[in-house]
């Protein structure tokens, strides 16, 4: 499974200086599609936090951060900050899924759908793990049941390979499960 | 009209598309709408949607997210290879795979074989006329 945005660790600082000899560091864990423009994020947040630039800062580290059970489910808690046509907003959402990045993903993709919202515009404020006595959401809630039971509606015929695909089929295809 | 087969912990499913086509795997946890977790004695445990899986007949007796060890051993005790290998679908599927894994060769031998099944089932035919007459 392939995802589109990555989890990374960045670690930088402010350059040292005769006032400052050892400057604070600075950790962030933020999601990017790839390393270069984590780092960008990196230093597009620490701005807004402290007084420093890429310019008079270094970058110490970046690692990417990999899901630790990526074959148990999780609830997932996402707190965000997102710029609608009139003004930013918070919003707190939750997402069923196996690996954290999952979660993210899917969070991007239903902003987007939803409420218009470009990932560009969509600031990730925190992401927690969720025990499901603690959810909110009822879509989220309705799958807390281990005894889940529930038929395929309605059964989506093709072919077992894009290769095997033809415009015109003889006949039309029975979609009863 | 009513449904007979559903989404359940237990479920076992034949995935119809994509790398895993025409693996039988077990539903051993439900994601979402769109989504089931799911394992099989030689594959990592992952997410997979139902639009890949087509349900079979064939259930097991687990809990949710069992060990492998269990799933295996459930899938043992109720005899999953078996009952899939003696159901019809389970043998048509089987041929179709065969037929799709012949090379030149057996197909030639196949032809051959038809032709065979031909000229016997016309000679005995023609004596099945012939008494009648």
């Known amino acids: 499974m392939s995802y589109k945005f990555?989890?990374?660790?960045?670690v930088g600082r402010g350059l040292p200086s005769e006032t400052d000899e050892h400057p604070k560091i600075y950790r962030m864990k933020l999601w990017a599609t790839n390393e270069v423009r984590a780092k960008s994020k990196f230093w597009y947040f620490l701005r807004k936090l402290k007084k420093v630039?890429?310019?008079?800062g270094q970058m110490l580290a970046i690692n990417e951060i990999f899901e630790k059970n990526p074959t148990t489910i999780?609830?997932?808690?996402?707190?965000l900050r997102y710029q609608s046509r009139t003004g930013y907003h918070n919003m707190y959402k939750e997402y069923r899924d196996t690996t954290l990045n999952g979660g993210i993903e899917q969070m991007y993709t239903e902003m987007g759908s939803r409420h218009r919202v470009r990932n560009h515009c969509i600031q990730i404020i925190k992401t927690a793990t969720i025990p499901a006595k603690l959810c909110k959401r009822e879509s989220?809630?309705?799958f807390h049941n281990s005894k889940i039971k529930f038929p395929l509606v309605?059964?989506?015929v093709r072919p077992p390979s894009r290769k095997l695909k033809t415009t015109y089929k003889a006949s039309k295809p029975n979609l009863f499960v | 009209m009513p449904f007979k087969r559903y989404?359940?912990?237990?479920r076992v499913a034949l995935v119809n598309y994509g790398k895993d086509y025409g693996k039988l795997v077990v539903i051993v946890d439900v994601i979402d709408q769109n989504r089931a977790l799911v394992d099989a004695p030689d594959m990592v445990r992952g997410q997979m949607n139902f639009k890949r899986l087509t349900l079979t007949d064939i259930t097991i007796e687990i809990s949710r997210t069992p060990k492998k060890k269990d799933l295996v051993k459930a899938m043992e005790a109720a005899d999953v290879k078996n009952k899939w290998e003696n159901s019809s679908w389970g043998r048509k599927f089987i041929v179709q795979k065969r037929r799709a894994a012949l090379n030149d060769f057996d197909r030639f031998k196949l032809m051959l074989a038809k032709i065979k099944k031909a000229s016997l089932v016309r000679e005995e035919l023609a004596k099945l006329k012939k008494a009648a007459a």
């Open chain 1, 154 to 156: 309605s059964k989506k």
């Open chain 2, 7 to 10: 989404v359940e912990i237990g």
């Open chain 1, 6 to 10: 990555h989890q990374y660790q960045v």
């Open chain 1, 140 to 142: 989220t809630k309705q």
């Open chain 1, 74 to 79: 999780k609830n997932y808690g996402i707190w």
């Open chain 1, 53 to 56: 630039k890429k310019s008079n």
